[in-house]
């Protein structure tokens, strides 16, 4: 096969579609909402990223050398044409049964597949994803998510280029993704809303945990009984019952939109805001002690075995650097690619293992979606009338000046991240010197006070602000996976980027990295030439509605509505009148 198309569509969240071009070795992935401006694409098939994908890079659906790849969900109605393994747990099948990826291909007013598609696990998924964008060539993947494939949590033994091996499963009952998002809605804060959680956790003092969560040397067991006959999980809505018999009713969502404008020292005597923090604390405890555990258990089975980390629940970056302070000497890789969406790109690293006996080459950047040359942007520009200069080789430094200055800038350089962090593709700068920067920036996203925003840096300035250097990766500071505790000076000095447990998300860039991260290290290089701290704020380019901004359309529309004083798109400066 020369193409491998993934296609995550039959959950109902995240729909992505993934493409690896044997041929000239390219990746490619693109999630649906990006597409369709509607976060998250709920219920949606990913139909628009995969007609922008077969666009840019003239895919002929009629050819015998595509592939169509999926995740497959347990209970899920098919025919199997073709198993792959001999398990008992078949973990890759092939079936020319017609499905949702006949459908938009109809819709499209495209042939359907000449090639079976191949099923791959939702949980294999998870862990082919997380070993290929590893640095490991082999080890242990460890899964953990709610409950999307009928489990909750597995282990795989892995070796590049081959189909992992399946080492156990934890059932849905035991889901701490579940209870994570039990967590969540009880807490009133939104639908996919885990990373506000993890932010409210942080203000919470105490060491206990969920005393209905029994945490031992192995893992854990959830002593809660699911209950059937609701649109939720089962094991999602006992957690509901629990969390109202034991804390009261739940936060109401209008709460947080009547409190967005409050910092949490305004909150400090408000009741309900104090009960959301004691609740989240015990679930990020919870959280933490259980995959803590989970981990020692692993890894004293496996001894000097890199462990790589995907699934969901591998998102939280709190517990990632709990993970990393508890465990310094283990060789672990925090997948960033560890939500639903991902499982588009594990699903044709599957087929193409299972049908030709190898994975793709490993692609260490996130800059995986699509491009707009200046070609493309200039026009834009013009049409809309906005005053705009093409900076040329002077644009990191005109960033630099605006940002020294207290500008607000978006910024819009090649591909399009893939994944849910900013990474200097599509990013929302602003200086990190103080809390009143960081308020504006909280107002152009429409983001609650008390939520932490995260810095970036230059790779050769690391030492300077993280208080344990050496205990983080280069893939920690690359994906913006791990919470990591920074120095006193820096917290000092950057109030705005360091959260009150003493942490920050941080990104690291520098010349070799992908370009959106080359340009921001010219940015960070420029401020530091002009005597100013080569530190910034770094948060994506969208407000609180909407994903992050796809294309120059996007950014422009966004620029011209917010709060941003300035957008470096391409080669150009667009600055608003009187700015």
């Not at 020292?265 to 959280?287: K, Y």
């Not at 258990?297 to 970056?317: I, K, Q, Y």
Request: aromatic share 6%; charged share 20%; glycine share 10%.
């Amino acid at each position: 096969m020369t193409l491998y198309l993934g296609v995550h569509s039959l959950a109902s969240h995240d729909g992505s579609v993934a493409m690896f071009d044997d041929a000239q070795h390219r990746v490619t992935a693109l999630e649906e909402e990006r597409v369709t401006r509607d976060k998250h694409s709920v219920g949606r098939a990913p139909m628009h990223a995969l007609a922008a994908i077969a666009s840019e890079h003239h895919v002929d659906f009629a050819s015998p050398e595509l592939q169509f790849a999926r995740p497959w969900f347990q209970g899920t109605p098919m025919r199997v044409s073709d198993e792959r393994t001999g398990a008992e747990r078949t973990e890759i099948v092939a079936t020319d049964t017609p499905d949702d990826i006949h459908e938009m291909l109809a819709r499209l007013n495209e042939p359907a597949p000449v090639q079976p598609t191949v099923l791959v696990r939702h949980h294999l998924a998870h862990a082919l994803v997380a070993a290929w964008q590893s640095p490991y060539d082999s080890g242990v993947a460890l899964v953990c998510d709610g409950y999307g494939d009928g489990e909750s949590g597995s282990s795989w033994t892995f070796a590049r280029g081959q189909v992992p091996v399946r080492l156990d499963s934890i059932p849905v009952d035991d889901s701490l993704g579940e209870m994570y998002a039990a967590v969540t809605r009880y807490l009133g804060l939104g639908t996919h809303a885990e990373g506000r959680t993890m932010a409210l956790a942080a203000y919470a003092d105490g060491a206990d945990t969920f005393d209905c969560v029994a945490i031992g040397p192995e893992g854990w067991r959830v002593n809660l009984a699911p209950e059937p006959g609701t649109i939720f999980s089962p094991t999602r809505r006992a957690w509901l019952r629990h969390l109202e018999f034991r804390f009261g009713p739940p936060v109401p969502r209008s709460y947080w939109s009547a409190t967005l404008g409050a910092d949490a020292s305004t909150l400090a005597d408000d009741a309900t805001f104090q009960r959301a923090v004691a609740v989240a604390g015990l679930a990020q405890r919870t959280l933490e002690a259980a995959v803590g555990e989970w981990l020692a258990a692993v890894s004293s089975r496996h001894p000097e075995t890199p462990l790589v980390l995907g699934g969901g629940v591998f998102l939280n970056c709190a517990m990632n650097g709990a993970l990393r302070r508890r465990f310094p000497g283990l060789r672990m890789f925090f997948c960033p690619l560890a939500g639903d969406a991902g499982t588009s790109i594990g699903a044709a690293i599957g087929a193409m293992a299972s049908l030709a006996g190898r994975w793709p080459d490993r692609h260490p950047h996130l800059d995986l979606g699509l491009s707009f040359p200046d070609a493309h942007i200039e026009p834009l520009l013009r049409q809309s009338g906005v005053d705009f200069i093409d900076a040329g080789d002077e644009l990191p430094q005109r960033v630099a000046d605006l940002l020294r200055r207290g500008a607000l800038v978006g910024v819009f350089h090649g591909r399009s991240e893939f994944g849910p962090r900013a990474l200097g593709q599509r990013s929302l700068l602003a200086l990190a010197d103080g809390t009143a920067t960081a308020a504006r920036v909280n107002a152009a996203k429409q983001r609650a006070l008390w939520r932490p925003l995260a810095p970036v840096v230059r790779e050769a300035d690391v030492a300077q602000f993280l208080a344990a250097p050496r205990a983080h990766s280069a893939e920690d500071l690359r994906y913006m996976i791990v919470a990591m505790s920074v120095a006193d000076q820096f917290a000092a000095a950057h109030p705005a980027v360091t959260h009150v447990d003493g942490t920050a998300r941080a990104l690291a860039v520098g010349p070799s990295g992908s370009g959106g991260q080359v340009f921001l290290d010219a940015v960070l290089s420029g401020l530091a030439g002009g005597g100013a701290p080569a530190v910034l704020i770094n948060t994506s380019l969208n407000d609180a509605a909407e994903p992050m901004v796809l294309t120059p359309k996007d950014a422009l529309r966004y620029a011209l509505a917010s709060p941003l004083d300035a957008l470096a798109i391409g080669g150009f400066l667009v600055t608003k009148r009187g700015r």
